[in-house]
């Protein structure tokens, strides 16, 4: 979604942005732009399309000290020059970047056009600029009036700001979308995120909903409510959030093959010395409730499915639900439920709102995420890091292994069973022997890469795997595919199959291992080619890959290799983006 960086102080204004919107690129976009102001002139260059297109069309040194950059995703309007951001305010004095959705845009819009003020763009964002405007033009108080639009607006807003006649400021304002602040000694920065800042500065600030102020080049000025506040600043870890290839042609490959060592990595925060180390009081938490709900989206939702069986093993009932349908159909189930979020970019605009709802309610919430200082991991009653390390293609996989090690660690603690801590170490033994294997993977992708649809048995965790499985091919190789549990074929999905769709089987567990054998030869006799993916000690001649023996509670982990590379090489072999498929975005910060 969409991206934001702006900068103001002494460095290369013109390689930040232009860095800092590469850095963003993989939340998704359409089109392009920054601004700059120059002789008290505000200049905006903004296309659809790429960054490197708009890269091309701008001047090769931009002789400013402050600027803002955007890549847009489009919500309101569609992709086109115009509808790019920054946007100018109608008088041309100010210059906005937005993230977000503004919901009551239309009612401002008219009010403004009734006042005079003409709009150029089919964007929520311009009633933003628009609206600044407009209480400037009455208070001459460009910090009031940012004051103002927080009580005004409705819907979320991360914006940077630049005044013409200011050209010493840098404006901001946060409400429900992330921005950061990147501090040094003789420049400031801001960004959606830390990775276009993470190689100027270590040094941060978290902004809090709503917050608002400016930067100059050597100061931090921060208020809330109209006064100004205390400044928290905190640091982060460069080596997680540096974005480079290291070599590889896409990041998903890279990150597939990182898979073992951020395993490793998990394991080396909440296990040392010989002892779990998880905050005392989530382990009271977690023994004091009798329900636990997850709630969460995409690779994140299937992920918590994992983790529900984890929580049943410590015998609490579970739910897992959506959060986009949690929010508008909330289900309490009781006041002993510990609620847990999983969100790998902590800033999923449904998650944040179911998690608004519940803190309103005093829930207690435990926040899985990857992104330190993200929304939810600051809004969180206990959190947990993933130390996955950036995740840059917008098909999750890293994350999705991540937040399954940390739960299964979890509830281990929970039972102090240590011996978790040698099972996920053969874990990553068999990883890294499926990386060996890929070649074996990318036929099977050859077979199947021209099907129109692909389905996705298994049963238990292999069910909830297969979910991810589906959920991966079709995000970035455009195939419909469904994750179906084998009991089901027969009540429906079975009437789909023919010669020409291909079922893809995965046999982790012995107690099903039968029953889906049976299911096998059903679609079997229906013409389908199968692809049966198992376990050593279940396989059977002709099945077309094995993976390593390993507890059941940890196949998704083994099981879920396969599916992430028959997905990139799906999509590689269509020659298509794989790491940013078509209408997709890696961070989801609009309802
Ligand atoms: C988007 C991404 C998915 C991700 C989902 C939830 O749809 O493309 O990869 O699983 O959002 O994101 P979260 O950051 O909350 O895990």
């Not at 946007?87 to 210059?95: D, M």
């Not at 205390?230 to 959030?241: A, F, G, H, Q, R």
Request: glycine letters at 6%; hydrophobic letters at 40%; charged letters at 25%.
């Amino acid at each position: 979604m969409c991206g934001i960086v702006g900068c103001k102080g002494n460095m290369d204004l013109r390689k930040y942005l232009i860095n800092g919107l590469k850095d963003l690129d993989y939340r998704g976009y359409d089109s392009a732009g920054i601004a700059f102001i120059l002789k008290e002139k505000i200049n905006v260059y903004k296309f659809k399309g790429t960054v490197e297109n708009l890269e091309s069309k701008i001047p090769n040194h931009i002789d400013s000290d402050i600027g803002i950059g955007h890549t847009r995703w489009a919500t309101h309007g569609v992709p086109n020059d115009t509808n790019a951001h920054p946007h100018l305010s109608f008088h041309q004095h100010f210059a906005i970047v937005h993230n977000g959705v503004i919901e009551n845009y239309k009612d401002i819009k008219d009010e403004l056009i009734q006042q005079g003020f003409e709009f150029k763009s089919e964007t929520d964002s311009e009633a933003i600029v628009n609206l600044i405007e407009y209480y400037y033009l009455q208070n001459n108080d460009v910090l009031k009036s940012l004051f103002l639009i927080g009580q005004k607006l409705k819907g979320s807003f991360a914006i940077a700001l630049l005044h013409e006649s200011e050209p010493d400021k840098l404006y901001f304002y946060k409400q429900a979308s992330p921005l950061l602040i990147g501090v040094s000694n003789d420049f400031n920065l801001l960004a959606s995120d830390a990775a276009p800042m993470i190689k100027l500065t270590k040094k941060f600030i978290d902004l809090e909903d709503g917050q608002y102020g400016y930067l100059t080049s050597t100061n931090q000025f921060l208020f809330c409510n109209g006064r100004p506040i205390d400044i928290v600043y905190s640091n982060k870890e460069p080596e997680l959030l540096v974005k480079d290839l290291n070599g590889y042609p896409h990041f998903m490959l890279k990150e597939i093959e990182e898979i073992d060592i951020v395993i490793k990595r998990i394991m080396n925060h909440y296990f040392y010395e010989d002892k779990f180390h998880f905050d005392s009081k989530l382990i009271e938490a977690i023994n004091e409730c009798d329900h636990v709900t997850f709630i969460a989206c995409g690779t994140s939702y299937h992920a918590s499915l994992i983790g529900a069986r984890y929580f049943e093993s410590l015998e609490k009932n579970t739910s897992v639900f959506i959060a986009s349908e949690w929010a508008y159909y909330p289900k309490f189930l009781g006041n002993k439920t510990l609620y847990i979020m999983l969100s790998q970019s902590g800033e999923t605009a449904d998650s944040i709102r179911c998690m608004q709802m519940l803190s309103k309610l005093g829930a207690p919430i435990l926040v899985v995420t990857n992104t330190k200082g993200s929304t939810m991991e600051r809004n969180a009653t206990y959190s947990l890091l993933l130390y996955a390390g950036l995740e840059v293609a917008v098909a999750s996989t890293k994350a999705y292994s991540a937040m399954i090690t940390t739960l299964a660690l979890l509830c281990e603690a929970c039972k102090n069973n240590i011996d978790v801590i040698d099972d996920l170490n053969n874990v990553c033994k068999s990883i890294r022997k499926i990386y060996f294997q890929k070649e074996q993977i990318l036929q099977i992708a050859r077979q199947i890469k021209n099907s129109p649809d692909v389905f996705f048995l298994g049963r238990g965790y292999d069910y909830e795997m297969s979910l991810e499985a589906s959920l991966k091919l079709k995000e970035i190789s455009y195939i419909h595919s469904e994750g179906v549990p084998g009991g089901e074929l027969k009540h429906g999905p079975i009437a789909l199959i023919d010669k020409n769709v291909p079922v893809i089987v995965f046999i982790s567990d012995k107690i099903v291992a039968l029953s889906m054998r049976g299911n096998i030869k059903e679609v079997e006799s229906r013409g389908a080619k199968t692809f049966i993916i198992s376990s050593r000690s279940l396989k059977h001649e002709g099945d077309a890959f094995v993976v390593d023996d390993t507890p059941i509670y940890l196949s998704p982990l083994l099981k879920s290799i396969f599916a992430f590379y028959l997905a990139y090489f799906v999509s590689l072999e269509k020659g298509l983006n794989v790491d940013k498929p078509r209408n997709l975005a890696k961070a989801v910060t609009v309802e």
